[in-house]
């Protein structure tokens, strides 16, 4: 194993752990700015008016995409698994 094998590696992780949190990260922040916005327009400057909804939307889309995320991770654990029967 080299350099360049460790570096691709890393770079597949990477983006594994990118593409499986995408979803859930991205369904956050959209009810983030909703609820800032909301928050802006009526004044009311409740904390738990942030963390509730977002809690759920991203248990939500974590139920929802979990065929998805597993999928992720399943390609990139055999990608390495075949590195290593391969002896890189």
């Given amino acids: 194993m080299n350099e360049a094998d460790a570096f691709e590696i890393v770079r597949g992780a990477i983006w594994t752990i990118i593409a499986a949190s995408g979803?859930?990260?991205?369904?956050?922040?959209?009810?983030?700015?909703?609820?800032?916005?909301?928050?802006?327009?009526?004044q009311i400057q409740e904390v738990t008016l942030t963390f509730i909804p977002k809690i759920l939307v991203i248990l939500l889309m974590t139920a929802v995409s979990a065929p998805f995320i597993g999928a992720q991770i399943f390609a990139f654990t055999n990608e390495v698994y075949g590195r290593i029967g391969s002896g890189f």
Avoid: R, S
Avoid at 25 to 40: D, K, N, R, S, Y
């Fill in 23 to 42: 979803p859930a990260v991205g369904a956050a922040m959209l009810v983030g700015i909703g609820i800032a916005l909301f928050q802006a327009l009526t």
